[in-house]
C-alpha cells in the first residue's frame, strides 16, 4: 500500500467553510464596532447640545422681570423668530423647538443637519427628593432638554429651578445702582 502525503479535497472544502465563518463573524462584528462608536459620537455631541442650552436657559430670571410671576412663555417682543437674545426668563423656552440648532443669536452650528432641539419648563416643587410637576404654580420650574437626530431620541437633560435661587441671586449680585437693605 501507498501512503501520499498531503490534504484531501474534503480537508480544504472543511478548512474553507470553517475560514469564511469566521471571516463573516469578524466582518460584522466590524459593522457593530462602527454602528456602536456612530451613536456613541451621537450620544456626546447631543449631550454638549443639551448642556449647552440648558446652561444658557439657567442663566435667566426665575419668572419674567417685567410681567412678573403671572406670566408663563414668551412675553411680547421676546422672540423674534430666529434668535434668542432677548428672552429674559426660563419659562420664556416653554415649547420652544429649532432645527437645526442655531446659536442664540441665531448663527448655525456646523455639522449639526438633522438634529433638533427642544424644551420643555413645567411648574415644579421638590418632595421628599423628588422633583414632582404640577400645572400650577410652586417655587420651581423643571426645564427639560431633548435632542434628536433625525427622528431618534440622542440625549434629554433636566435641571430644576427655585424661585429661592433667584432671591438668593439677587442678594448676592445686584443689580446696578441697586441697594440691598
Given amino acids: 500500500m501507498i501512503w501520499r502525503r498531503g490534504?484531501?479535497?474534503v480537508e480544504v472544502t472543511i478548512s474553507m467553510v470553517i475560514v469564511s465563518i469566521m471571516s463573516m463573524g469578524v466582518i460584522q462584528m466590524t459593522a457593530v464596532s462602527a454602528r456602536t462608536r456612530a451613536l456613541s459620537t451621537d450620544r456626546v455631541r447631543g449631550l454638549a447640545l443639551a448642556n449647552d442650552l440648558l446652561a444658557?436657559?439657567?442663566?435667566?430670571?426665575?419668572?419674567?422681570?417685567?410681567?412678573?410671576v403671572g406670566s408663563f412663555g414668551v412675553g411680547a417682543g421676546e422672540y423674534d423668530g430666529t434668535t434668542r437674545t432677548?428672552?429674559?426668563?426660563?419659562?420664556?423656552?416653554?415649547g420652544w423647538k429649532q432645527s437645526p440648532p442655531l446659536e442664540i443669536d441665531g448663527d448655525p452650528i456646523p455639522g449639526f443637519?438633522?438634529?433638533?432641539?427642544?424644551?420643555?419648563?413645567?411648574y415644579a416643587l421638590v418632595s421628599g427628593g423628588d422633583v414632582v410637576t404640577s400645572g400650577s404654580f410652586e417655587t420651581g420650574k423643571l426645564i427639560t432638554v431633548t435632542v434628536l437626530r433625525n427622528g431618534r431620541l440622542i440625549a434629554e437633560v433636566s435641571?430644576?429651578?427655585?424661585?429661592?435661587?433667584?432671591?438668593a441671586e439677587q442678594q448676592a449680585f445686584p443689580a446696578s445702582g441697586e441697594?440691598?437693605?
Fill in 7 to 9: 490534504i484531501s479535497m
Fill in 56 to 68: 444658557e436657559i439657567q442663566t435667566k430670571h426665575w419668572a419674567d422681570p417685567i410681567g412678573g
Fill in 86 to 94: 432677548a428672552y429674559n426668563d426660563v419659562d420664556d423656552y416653554e
Fill in 113 to 122: 443637519d438633522g438634529w433638533t432641539r427642544s424644551v420643555k419648563v413645567e
Fill in 159 to 167: 435641571a430644576y429651578r427655585s424661585l429661592a435661587w433667584d432671591d
Fill in 179 to 181: 441697594v440691598i437693605e
